[in-house]
């Protein structure tokens, strides 16, 4: 089975937009984050949506509940976490799909990952 994330012509100017952040953001994060939402919304002549994005729920299975955003975001309106995020971006279902995929993987590489992080850490030890 192939497993592909297609990410149309559409959301060429939305990627450029996109940067890197940890899932568990200080306030002062927040804030900046949210200063530059209201920013590319401003600089827009057309409509466009705006989100803070986090690929995975570091509180999963309970919803992401950080302290640090409370009254700075709109969690319904400027949040996509996890499958909400990854099926904007691929269609429905791809975040199924990607699991089904990182299992793949995960079984496929286990042994190989387990004998890396023994060699590593007996070369390490015997530092």
Same mark, same amino acid.
Do not use: C
């Given at each position: 089975?192939?497993?592909?994330?297609?990410?149309?012509?559409?959301?060429?100017?939305?990627?450029?937009?996109?940067?890197?952040?940890?899932?568990?953001?200080?306030?002062?994060? /927040?804030?900046?984050?949210?200063?530059?939402?209201? #920013?590319?919304?401003?600089?827009?002549? !057309?409509?466009? +949506?705006? $989100?803070?994005?986090?690929?995975?729920?570091?509180?999963?299975?309970?919803?992401?509940?950080?302290?640090?955003?409370?009254?700075?975001?709109?969690?319904?309106?400027?949040?996509?976490?996890?499958?909400?995020?990854?099926? /904007?971006?691929?269609?429905?279902?791809?975040?199924? #799909?990607?699991?089904?995929?990182?299992? !793949?993987?995960? +079984?496929? $590489?286990?042994?190989?990952?387990?004998?890396?992080?023994?060699?590593?850490?007996?070369?390490?030890?015997?530092?």
């Amino acid at each position: 089975m192939v497993y592909r994330l297609i990410l149309r012509r559409f959301f060429k100017p939305l990627l450029t937009n996109l940067s890197k952040k940890t899932v568990n953001l200080n306030i002062d994060v /927040f804030t900046k984050s949210k200063t530059k939402l209201l #920013e590319w919304v401003a600089r827009r002549r !057309s409509p466009i +949506k705006i $989100f803070l994005a986090f690929p995975y729920n570091p509180y999963h299975p309970q919803p992401y509940e950080r302290f640090t955003e409370q009254g700075v975001l709109d969690r319904r309106k400027e949040f996509l976490i996890g499958k909400e995020y990854w099926d /904007f971006l691929g269609g429905e279902n791809t975040f199924e #799909e990607l699991l089904i995929l990182f299992d !793949s993987v995960g +079984k496929k $590489f286990k042994e190989k990952i387990r004998q890396k992080i023994q060699q590593v850490a007996k070369e390490k030890m015997s530092k």
